[in-house]
């Protein structure tokens, strides 16, 4: 059975797919980087999807997704990392994908699907008149039959276009905008054109969920056999409220297969190796006996146990039992700012840089102690393969290798401070290559307050080389100053009291700045997989991928 839209049908739909303030008529200008792509493979890794332009990358990452999930784990006919399946094996296997993300999205199982296709298959594909489609009313048991007849179409210019449709009717215009709950934007967003996190969803798990976490308004199920990893969870990590945006369901799908979002693009993440994969890593919430990431001990703080298998307040383990914390420290800053400072492992609050006294540190780190006796065996015992693919220019089409180390779930242990780190480093500013110590030099200022003045040569010696103010860098001020000075020439302090910017290297950073380090100067995938996988350790073969 088929149907054509009316006007006001289809500016309906379009209104909830395309940008704000796009009118029909202007979407065969304003969107070709849509309106020319379809489900084409890459003839240098056989497997990938091409893509011209960005903006469909989300539909497109999906689709990937959900291919890779067929050949490699449903119908078992990819085993061989290098050995890819046959041509005609993959666009067999493209089609069955293009049916199963159509077929989720029904609200009613026992519905048919909805096919939009164009009504001359011959003519290019045009937006702006809702006279040019044909909706199929499909069942679902002659899908597949149906989309291998009209192959072309997905697969020729606006493709894609098709498809996307296809999702938004096979859910219903209403239902999707329920989805959405409180996002009143479109499944496609800015000037660009880029794909919404509501049209990822809608892709991957059938509804066009607004978010990637779990609230009160918003439900992953659990049996998601597409997961995702996006580089907004380390930002937030880094710079952020410092716990789990993602929630657990999309970091621990069936299949080792993630929808990576580096921020205005989406690509493909990827592994054979389904048991060790799923060992590592990331513990799922319900080792902690709940969903949220509040501290297995009720220390009061969102202690990223999910993400790090520990709590970053207290540094409890997760499935630890609960127990009294050390009476000696309460789990506050020591001068009284009512925040978990983060004293035992740098050895000052991070808040308020009040400095805790030697016995205290001992204190704190009473309870760590007992783990590092306790522990045995080797932390990365899981080592497995990883693969990236990236569909768009100039960075791809490109299939990246990488290997993975990766600590396992029970053997995850808080890491352990550094007596020797610099303190009170409040500001990293920037790196430099040192030919002299065969490593990286990091210039960073430290914060002094009247508990801690500066000491060393660095700060009471008469500086033999032009140097920065302390001070005035942590205030957003430069503060250079010529050699043999002793007052900085911008703020007026003393050395002795301001204090100048120091070379160091990466051993003598606290862990706290350690990973802000590892988090600004790392590849950003690698940032990303320690999402999934804390502290692994991550090799390229060949070029570097880019997300």
Not at 498 to 517: I, N, P, R
Request: glycine content about 8%.
């Amino acid at each position: 059975m088929t149907s054509s839209f009316s006007s006001a049908e289809y500016e309906s739909l379009c209104g909830l797919v395309w940008p704000a303030g796009q009118l029909p008529l202007t979407l065969d200008l304003d969107l070709e980087n849509w309106r020319f792509q379809g489900f084409q493979f890459d003839p240098q890794s056989k497997v990938g999807l091409k893509q011209a332009k960005n903006g469909p990358c989300g539909v497109l990452a999906a689709v990937q997704a959900a291919l890779l999930g067929t050949i490699i784990f449903v119908q078992g006919l990819w085993k061989d990392p290098l050995a890819p399946p046959a041509p005609d094996v993959l666009e067999g296997a493209l089609i069955s994908s293009l049916c199963a993300v159509l077929s989720q999205t029904r609200v009613d199982r026992s519905s048919s699907v909805q096919v939009v296709l164009k009504k001359s298959a011959q003519e290019p594909l045009t937006m702006a008149d809702f006279d040019s489609f044909v909706i199929h009313n499909v069942p679902q048991n002659s899908l597949f039959a149906f989309m291998d007849r009209h192959k072309a179409q997905f697969q020729g210019e606006g493709g894609v276009v098709l498809f996307l449709y296809s999702l938004v009717l096979t859910r219903g215009v209403k239902q999707v905008k329920e989805d959405m709950v409180y996002d009143a934007s479109t499944l496609v967003v800015g000037n660009w054109g880029l794909c919404s996190q509501a049209l990822v969803n809608l892709c991957i798990i059938g509804q066009a969920l607004p978010g990637v976490d779990d609230d009160s308004m918003l439900k992953f199920r659990e049996d998601i056999e597409i997961g995702l990893l996006t580089y907004e969870e380390v930002e937030n990590m880094t710079f952020g409220s410092g716990y789990s945006l993602l929630t657990d369901s999309l970091k621990h799908p069936k299949f080792p297969i993630w929808i990576v979002h580096g921020g205005d693009h989406y690509t493909t993440l990827f592994g054979f190796d389904s048991e060790n994969i799923s060992k590592s890593g990331t513990p799922k919430k319900s080792v902690t006996g709940g969903a949220s990431n509040m501290c297995v001990n009720d220390c009061g703080f969102h202690g990223n146990p999910a993400t790090f298998g520990y709590c970053s307040a207290c540094y409890k383990k997760v499935g630890e039992k609960k127990q009294k914390q050390d009476d000696t420290w309460d789990g506050k800053c020591k001068g009284g700012c009512d925040f978990f400072g983060s004293a035992e492992r740098m050895g000052y609050c991070s808040v308020c840089f009040k400095n805790l006294k030697p016995e205290e540190i001992a204190a704190l780190k009473k309870e760590n102690k007992k783990d590092e006796d306790q522990k045995d065996g080797v932390l990365a015992d899981y080592s497995f393969c990883l693969y990236h693919y990236n569909g768009l220019p100039p960075a791809g089409p490109l299939l990246t290798t990488m290997k993975v180390a990766s600590i396992s779930k029970n053997n995850q242990q808080a890491p352990v401070s550094n007596p020797n780190a610099l303190r009170c480093v409040a500001l990293l500013i920037q790196r430099k290559w040192s030919e002299e110590e065969g490593q990286w030099l990091y210039e960073v200022a430290q914060r002094f307050t009247p508990d801690f003045l500066p000491e060393g040569p660095a700060h009471t010696g008469v500086p033999t080389e032009r140097w920065r103010c302390a001070s005035c860098i942590l205030e957003q001020e430069y503060g250079f100053n010529e050699p043999g000075s002793t007052v900085c020439s911008a703020c007026k302090k003393p050395l002795s009291v301001c204090g100048q910017t120091v070379w160091v290297k990466y051993d003598a950073l606290s862990f706290v700045m350690q990973k802000e380090v590892d988090s600004q100067y790392q590849p950003k995938i690698t940032s990303l997989l320690h999402i999934r996988w804390p502290f692994a350790s991550v090799e390229f073969s060949g070029k570097q991928p880019t997300i």
